[in-house]
């Protein structure tokens, strides 16, 4: 064919051209306009020329972070700040060693959350080589296999069904082509596609003749040309709607930095007191500046980054294992404050395969109903009239509709293989579900067509909307049968007018519960004309009977859903679908409940944001959305005060996703961009996976909560010693360098122990933690004046009391030094729970948590009796029966903590 468009040349008029109206041009127009062949494809030469303009076919990937990134990255946090702070400060009074053992602590912490976080990119990374999708390609005459990446504006592309959808293409030939958009429109019904041209002012979904990337075909083939590629496609636009969204903070984020800059303000207060006593007790100016130094060290929880990473980790590790990848640690603790999840309903509530669930029968005056068990396209199940099998007049009327169903039929129904462990269709879902039907009622699919071959077919038509196909039984009978919209068959039909009504009054009872209905007919004894059409069908054909189906919950979801809701986590579905079929499943599951309503994208589209506001509390399912109102619903969610997290696996999915406070993306049928866009990519696609994934970051939340009032309570401890010890006159009864082996090195074996706590059974009992709820809330902050005051009463006791006694000082400081270890040693039982006894017999059962206090013991012991470390450390050996005494004192903390928990139990009653 002659060429008469220039081929584009520059990004501008590349632009230009995909820009165009592809749809409303013939076939033979768009051909023009691409510069394209449709008989031959394009030249070597030429793809690599237009490849140089366009780029390769693949979306844009925001650079991703060197390794010396993510390290630095892990140095944003206030708490890292202080600790810099202190380590500049004790340099300056020519503390080297203090210096060097805080600048190892922050060090430590940045190459644990850098590894991480490395760990699950890499992950990530596996899954996008896993994932390369393969194209049929028509170059040079010749076809060929190319990796998606490779096409070019201008390509003529092979699809089949069962063929993904790699660029936008007009289609140039197509047969039967059918293809699923539900990844970009949410739309779970296939499309019938044509080659006709449409009005240029046509909406995306009612393109018929464009398909689209991130779609795939269903049935039929197809010859298209490729248009626009990489950032140009339909995937392409969505993907730039979500690099512009913007990644709220975590709410731990948020209540770490409150609690960084509470603990700034307090170690500036501190450090200006402890100048004021100083001066007023006269003491010299360097000895006053080391104890501010050993104040501020005090006041900082040089374990608590390392701890937190740590926490943070082990939740990672624990979802890796259940299915779940973490793309950023932050992801976990951030699920576990979560109070709505926006999830897709294809693929995500549902299986994303059609099941038949109710069939109608045209026997007796209003006819039978027959339920159908089993769901997915596992040919399992049975077909029950009242819960009981089907009487005798049923059964004889079944047998006609499932040979019809599965007679008038194209699709193919694949048993597992040892490539996939389902049962799958290839073809279109709706005539799959219909195979799977016939078989559950012992009709064999395959043997049928061998037995009633077929003779003459007229194929599904968007305008009759039925399909017939003629069969040679196997007595040499003719026989046609005939399938379609209800609306479209009964007209064909020729039984009595009341019998019809009454089908009719069923196919809307049908309708109304979100089921698609399909009606069946059959001709007997005569051949089908496919040359005279539909017309001479009219009047010849009698009723068989109505199907109704559904794409149906996935196994496990409605319990899911009861335990979000147990736990105070409101789901809400939002989806592409009809808003009928979308509020159908949301109460089946438990999404929709008494008062609550869907809204469709149109209804979206007229609210104001006040109204919005407004309304989200009655709002149970969003249908018919686009992505950009998927954005505009996480965004209104937000305003209320909510923690969102955002589940899905299409390309309509990813702005929303990348938005909400965690995006959560199916990681077996999720598009490349909805698991980028994500921080957690759920491999085995199971929302009772993700569900798993909100408690175990509800008991990491839980872990750091006690973790951070373990460390809290040792820098109170030890700030209200000394402050009590200067305000009596009495020496430093610590100095600085022992204050920094208990906070690093006593703690460090004490807090990995509070981290590693499994999940609490009535975790998923509670309701979230508001996001407004600080981290040291009221409760903790008296838990920590208690423990605290009881701890530096204690110590500041026997510091007196062993000073009057005429103990040198070096052997005082080494004993109370241990005394304050040991206190840590039975506050982190007291840290553990809130309410239930620290000495039940799951102690035993927390080889972490022995395993850490043998280590901490071990080490104390070293410092006590180690020759180098006595001189570092300032400290000297104490006798057994010393050590005795003052591991009675410290477990008062303990004791004083188990009265305060019995007191609790009983008020709770």
């Keep these: 064919m002659s060429i008469a468009a220039p081929i584009p040349t520059d990004e501008s008029s590349a632009a230009t051209a995909e820009q165009a109206h592809w749809h409303a041009l013939s076939p033979e127009a768009a051909a023009v306009r691409a510069a394209a062949d449709p008989a031959r494809g394009l030249g070597a030469a030429e793809v690599e020329r237009r490849r140089r303009v366009h780029g390769e076919n693949a979306l844009p990937q925001a650079p991703g972070r060197s390794r010396w990134q993510g390290f630095l990255r892990q140095f944003r946090s206030p708490l890292i700040y202080l600790l810099l702070a202190a380590a500049g400060l004790a340099l300056v009074l020519g503390e080297r060693a203090d210096a060097l053992v805080i600048l190892a602590v922050v060090f430590a912490n940045a190459v644990i959350g850098s590894v991480q976080e490395g760990r699950a990119e890499r992950s990530m990374a596996a899954l996008r080589r896993l994932s390369a999708q393969q194209v049929r390609v028509l170059r040079e005459g010749a076809e060929s296999v190319l990796e998606a990446?490779?096409?070019?504006?201008?390509?003529?592309?092979?699809?089949?069904?069962?063929?993904?959808?790699?660029?936008?293409?007009?289609?140039?030939?197509?047969?039967?082509?059918?293809?699923?958009?539900?990844?970009?429109?949410?739309?779970?019904?296939?499309?019938?596609k044509s080659t006709e041209a449409v009005p240029a002012a046509a909406g995306l979904a009612d393109r018929r003749n464009m398909v689209y990337a991130g779609t795939h075909a269903v049935a039929g083939?197809?010859?298209?040309?490729?248009?626009?590629?990489?950032?140009?496609?339909?995937?392409?636009?969505?993907?730039?709607?979500?690099?512009?969204?913007?990644?709220?903070?975590?709410?731990?984020?948020?209540?770490?930095?409150?609690?960084?800059?509470?603990?700034?303000?307090?170690?500036?207060?501190?450090?200006v007191l402890v100048l004021l006593l100083g001066l007023w007790r006269g003491l010299p100016m360097g000895e006053l500046l080391m104890v501010a130094v050993s104040q501020t060290v005090s006041i900082v929880p040089e374990g608590l980054p390392v701890a937190l990473t740590i926490a943070l980790a082990v939740g990672m590790q624990r979802l890796a294992a259940r299915g779940a990848i973490v793309r950023e640690l932050s992801a976990v603790e951030t699920l576990g404050s979560t109070t709505v999840i926006c999830t897709d309903k294809t693929g995500t509530l549902t299986r994303n395969e059609m099941t038949?669930?109710?069939?109608?029968?045209?026997?007796?005056?209003?006819?039978?109903?027959?339920?159908?068990?089993?769901?997915?396209?596992?040919?399992?199940?049975?077909l029950l009239c009242g819960g009981d099998a089907p009487p005798e007049p049923a059964r004889a009327a079944l047998q006609p509709l499932l040979q019809a169903a599965a007679g008038c039929n194209d699709a193919e129904l694949l048993p597992p293989q040892e490539d996939r462990s389902d049962w799958t269709v290839l073809g279109d879902p709706t005539e799959g579900a219909l195979l799977v039907l016939a078989a559950k009622g012992g009709v064999d699919p395959a043997a049928l067509r061998g037995q009633a071959p077929r003779t003459a077919e007229l194929p599904f038509d968007a305008a009759t909307m039925l399909m017939a196909t003629g069969h040679r039984l196997e007595d040499g009978a003719l026989q046609v049968w005939i399938?379609?919209?209800?609306?479209?068959?009964?007209?064909?039909?020729?039984?009595?007018?009341?019998?019809?009504?009454?089908?009719?009054?069923?196919?809307?009872?049908?309708?109304?519960?979100?089921?698609?209905?399909?009606?069946?007919?059959?001709?007997d004894g005569q051949p089908l004309d496919a040359a005279a059409g539909v017309d001479a069908l009219r009047g010849r054909a009698r009723l068989l009977g109505l199907a109704g189906q559904i794409d149906p919950p996935r196994p496990g979801v409605g319990e899911a859903v009861g335990q979000c809701l147990t736990a105070g986590i409101r789901p809400i579905m939002v989806t592409g679908d009809h808003?009928?079929?979308?509020?159908?499943?949301?109460?089946?599951?438990?999404?929709?409940?008494?008062?609550?309503?869907?809204?469709?994208?149109?209804?979206?589209?007229?609210?104001?944001?006040?109204?919005?506001?407004?309304?989200?509390?009655?709002?149970?399912?969003?249908?018919?959305?686009?992505?950009?109102?998927?954005?505009?619903?996480?965004?209104?969610l937000q305003a209320r005060g909510e923690v969102v997290a955002m589940t899905g696996d299409g390309v309509n999915d990813a702005p929303a996703l990348a938005s909400a406070d965690v995006g959560v993306a199916m990681g077996r049928i999720g598009t490349e961009v909805a698991k980028s866009a994500s921080k957690i990519v759920v491999t085995d696609d199971n929302f009772a996976t993700i569900?798993?994934?909100?408690?175990?970051?509800?008991?990491?939340?839980?872990?750091?909560?006690?973790?951070?009032?373990?460390l809290a309570a040792t820098s109170v401890d030890e700030i209200l010693l000394l402050l009590l010890a200067l305000l009596a006159g009495l020496p430093l009864p610590l100095v600085a360098v022992q204050i920094l082996w208990i906070n690093i090195v006593t703690e460090s074996t004490l807090t990995p122990n509070l981290v590693m706590d499994p999940l609490d059974v009535r975790a998923m009992q509670r309701p979230p933690v508001p996001r407004t709820r600080p981290l040291l809330d009221g409760a903790m902050l008296q838990r920590i004046a208690l423990m605290a005051g009881t701890a530096a009463g204690i110590g500041l006791a026997w510091f007196g009391w062993r000073l009057a006694q005429g103990v040198e000082l070096s052997t005082v400081r080494t004993e109370v030094f241990t005394l304050v270890a040991m206190t840590q040693w039975f506050n982190v039982l007291n840290c553990r729970s809130g309410n239930e006894s620290a000495l039940g017999h799951a102690l035993l059962r927390r080889p972490w948590l022995l395993g850490g206090l043998?280590?901490?013991?071990?080490?104390?012991?070293?410092?006590?009796?180690?020759?180098?470390?006595?001189?570092?450390?300032?400290?000297?050996?104490?006798?057994?029966?010393?050590?005795?005494?003052?591991?009675?004192?410290?477990?008062?903390?303990?004791?004083?903590?188990?009265?305060?928990r019995m007191r609790a139990r009983s008020l709770h009653r």
């Design 854 to 900: 043998a280590l901490s013991v071990l080490l104390q012991a070293l410092v006590l009796y180690a020759p180098p470390l006595n001189a570092l450390f300032h400290t000297v050996p104490l006798p057994p029966a010393t050590l005795l005494a003052l591991l009675g004192l410290a477990s008062i903390v303990l004791w004083v903590e188990e009265l305060r």
């Design 483 to 523: 399938k379609g919209a209800p609306e479209a068959v009964l007209r064909l039909c020729c039984d009595d007018e009341a019998l019809l009504q009454a089908a009719r009054a069923e196919a809307e009872a049908m309708a109304g519960q979100a089921l698609r209905v399909l009606a069946f007919a059959a001709i």
């Design 149 to 192: 990446r490779a096409l070019v504006p201008g390509d003529i592309v092979l699809l089949a069904a069962g063929d993904a959808v790699v660029a936008d293409a007009r289609l140039l030939e197509a047969a039967q082509l059918q293809v699923s958009e539900a990844a970009l429109t949410g739309e779970s019904v296939p499309v019938a």
């Design 356 to 382: 038949v669930r109710r069939l109608w029968l045209p026997l007796g005056a209003d006819g039978l109903r027959v339920e159908v068990e089993g769901s997915g396209y596992e040919p399992q199940g049975r």
């Design 691 to 710: 569900v798993g994934a909100v408690a175990q970051g509800r008991a990491v939340y839980g872990n750091v909560r006690n973790l951070v009032l373990f």
């Design 221 to 271: 083939r197809a010859r298209a040309l490729v248009i626009a590629t990489g950032a140009a496609t339909e995937v392409g636009r969505v993907a730039d709607l979500t690099q512009g969204a913007r990644e709220p903070p975590t709410p731990l984020q948020q209540r770490l930095w409150q609690f960084g800059r509470v603990l700034v303000r307090a170690a500036l207060a501190l450090f």
């Design 579 to 636: 808003r009928l079929t979308g509020l159908a499943i949301a109460r089946e599951l438990g999404i929709a409940r008494e008062g609550e309503r869907a809204v469709d994208g149109a209804e979206l589209a007229a609210m104001s944001e006040s109204e919005l506001h407004r309304a989200l509390p009655s709002i149970a399912v969003f249908a018919r959305v686009q992505p950009a109102q998927k954005l505009r619903i996480v965004q209104a």
